[in-house]
């Protein structure tokens, strides 16, 4: 069926984990006659968590996307994981979508995830509606946590609906926007007139709703101030407007498992919740400047790709959200990247791994083309050649690396392709090969995310994969000023080879990293053999005298030299500087310089104490510390690289899984003593086993 844009919503359920996001998309599938039974996660059977690691872990990893028709509106649900190892899903979801459901567990309020995702979605200024899930649980208290959002978020909540009563007592909800009460048996809401037991929470709600719907406009502003009240048209008016601009909060009360409080949520999406025209998404023009550019059907077709997976039946699948335009089955676009036409074939909407095909997509829709030739993630499709790219997604840099290799050499292409094509579909893994610690390393978001990765491949391809923690790329450097000098000489029969190299090396600043100067006077070696002397100093310098690793932050002056009428040639002269250059190190008191990372850590106020005094065990140095709102604090630290290999894991031990890091690099810093003896130490192990390979 073909949907008008106004007739399309977009909505990305959120949250913590385990506030029941996969089971409201469950039951809201059942309720709009999608499916005949609403599964459980722990059958394995949902919609939406239907990948084998998903059912076997029974937690949402990717970001799964279902639409139902309510009302002869298509809605376009995504059903995203909690944890914060799998955020980049997450950001496809936002990127896509006009507004998020929030789902918060009525027994614990917001969490942790919901204050990440909260300041996400505040980046983007992205309308938010919450549900609050579990109201038939014993230990919720429903104002409780609207006091408790209301306090971390500094917004006022209006509700569309409140409970009949919390825990045992509780009978179903109200819906504050329609004057209705809903209760609920068998899965089945009836409708009734509120009792009279609850007409003072009721009216009580109607008021704040009022208010808040007054925000949306400036003339039912004035009225509610003079008046004190707005009719439920004008309530419906005003909250529309102030919901599209973010300035309200609407709250739902309810049970998923009861089937409770989710016919209000769809007659609120299609009544009051904005349609994606108009909303604004952004391009970067030729000076890589951004522009704004809203949701039209009546420009020519352009659109966006959120994400990326395979499928074992359908292949390469792309997720396209159409910004402008029509998008059509059987056309050829332009990707702007590739500056080259992409053949779209099938066009489908999905039921989780259920494929609908379609024809045609109108502006503001999410559908998805299978097996498409070049496209990936954030590439931009175009009706026309010079359309402006659409600004990428923004994903999170990895916090958590593992070095990986397969158990048999014969298999190690095998697994580097695979681990390459895991990239394509998620950017939040890294997958390189570093030169200077001879080690291929995958970079996720958490400990989970890689092993979650690596399982799936073990799956696929019984590839035996080996693990190990990452080497740190160190750097040697010199303390003092020195002076060597190497002659080269070989003679083996015809031209021989000859050449003499006094060199001066001293520090420089840290971060010059290189200097060389030619200070020969008098012919003492020829300008045409410099270039080699040069040579051997950038050779010698890719390999230091303590432990190998790459020598930095030296200026090497090459003073006075001699040459042979026959045998010297640029060759010799590299040999000859190389050693000299080592030698000379070997006299200027070289030392090891280590990687010192920015970090900055996001923590419940609770475990401040333990964060902080955990990052000085670790040689760190906290730079500052702030209350960022909702509980939240923010540290900030530099601490040396070596010591935050396995933070992600140190700091989910510490916080119960409920802290979060990002890391940068910043400097290199001298080490001394046992730290030094250690590494130095490491480094000869690694490269007698790499010469025994």
């Not at 009302?71 to 936002?94: H, M, Q, R």
């Not at 409970?163 to 007592?169: A, E, H, I, K, L």
């Not at 001394?672 to 250690?678: E, I």
């Amino acid at each position: 069926m073909d949907f008008a844009t106004s007739k399309l919503r977009n909505i990305a359920i959120a949250g913590h984990g385990q506030t029941g996001k996969t089971s409201l998309l469950e039951h809201l599938l059942l309720l709009g006659g999608v499916i005949p039974k609403a599964e459980t996660t722990e059958s394995g059977k949902t919609v939406s968590d239907y990948s084998p690691e998903e059912i076997e872990r029974k937690i949402s990893i990717y970001a799964s996307l279902a639409h139902i028709t309510w009302k002869d509106y298509n809605l376009n649900f995504w059903d995203t994981p909690g944890a914060s190892d799998f955020v980049g899903e997450v950001i496809s979801a936002f990127r896509s979508s006009e507004m998020c459901l929030m789902m918060i567990d009525g027994r614990a309020g917001a969490q942790i995830e919901t204050i990440k995702l909260w300041r996400d979605l505040d980046r983007r200024n992205k309308p938010r509606f919450v549900f609050i899930n579990r109201c038939d649980d014993e230990r919720t208290d429903f104002k409780a946590v609207v006091k408790d959002i209301h306090d971390k978020f500094n917004v006022e909540v209006c509700p569309i609906t409140i409970p009949m009563g919390t825990g045992p007592n509780f009978k179903g909800v109200i819906d504050v926007l329609k004057g209705k009460a809903y209760t609920f048996n068998g899965g089945k809401e009836q409708e009734i007139d509120i009792p009279a037991e609850f007409q003072d929470d009721y009216q009580s709600a109607l008021e704040i709703l009022a208010g808040s719907a007054a925000e949306g406009d400036d003339d039912l502003l004035v009225k509610f101030i003079d008046e004190g009240a707005l009719t439920p048209e004008e309530i419906a008016k005003g909250l529309s407007i102030a919901f599209a601009n973010n300035r309200v909060v609407p709250s739902f009360a309810g049970s998923v498992l009861q089937d409770s409080g989710l016919t209000s949520v769809l007659d609120f999406i299609v009544s009051t919740a904005p349609s994606p025209e108009g909303f604004i998404d952004t391009v970067k023009n030729a000076e890589g400047e951004t522009e704004a550019i809203k949701v039209d059907p009546s420009l020519p077709m352009t659109a966006v790709v959120v994400k990326t997976s395979s499928d074992q039946f359908s292949g390469r699948m792309s997720y396209i959200k159409v910004v402008t335009g029509s998008f059509k089955a059987d056309t050829e676009y332009f990707n702007i990247r590739e500056a080259k036409k992409e053949k779209i074939g099938k066009l489908y909407r999905l039921v989780g791994k259920k494929l609908e095909e379609i024809k045609v997509a109108n502006a503001g829709d999410i559908v998805v083309a299978t097996k498409l030739a070049f496209t990936q993630t954030s590439d931009t499709l175009s009706e026309n050649a010079n359309a402006l790219p659409y600004v990428k997604l923004r994903h999170p840099e990895p916090v958590f690396s593992m070095a990986v290799s397969a158990g048999e050499k014969k298999e190690e292409d095998k697994l580097s392709s695979m681990l390459a094509k895991a990239t394509e579909e998620d950017k939040t893994l890294s997958y390189k090969y570093n030169i200077e610690t001879k080690q291929n390393v995958l970079s996720g978001m958490g400990e989970l995310h890689i092993n979650m990765i690596l399982d799936k491949i073990k799956a696929q391809t019984k590839i035996n994969i080996t693990t190990a923690v990452p080497r740190v790329a160190y750097r040697e450097t010199i303390l003092r000023k020195a002076e060597a000098e190497y002659t080269h000489k070989k003679q083996s029969g015809g031209h021989g080879q000859y050449a003499r190299v006094v060199l001066d090396i001293e520090p420089l600043e840290r971060g010059e990293e290189y200097k060389f100067t030619n200070a020969i006077f008098g012919g003492a070696i020829s300008k045409g053999y410099i270039p080699g002397v040069e040579k051997g100093i950038k050779e010698a310098m890719l390999n230091g005298v303590l432990a190998g690793y790459p020598v930095t932050d030296v200026a090497s002056t090459v003073v006075d030299g001699k040459e042979h009428p026959v045998d010297s040639s640029e060759l010799a002269f590299k040999i000859a500087a190389r050693n000299s250059f080592r030698e000379a190190m070997r006299q200027a008191g070289p030392i090891l310089l280590e990687p010192i990372m920015n970090i900055t850590v996001w923590v419940e106020s609770k475990y401040l104490g333990d964060i902080m005094s955990d990052m000085s065990s670790k040689r760190g140095r906290i730079l500052g510390q702030s209350e960022i709102g909702g509980g939240i604090e923010e540290i900030r630290a530099q601490a040396p690289q070596a010591e935050l290999l396995r933070y992600a894991i140190d700091l989910r031990s510490l916080t119960s899984g409920t802290g979060s890091f990002e890391t940068s690099f910043d400097h290199y810093d001298p080490i001394s003593g046992k730290v030094a003896d250690d590494v130095i130490a490491a480094a000869k192990e690694f490269i007698t086993i790499q010469n025994l390979d």
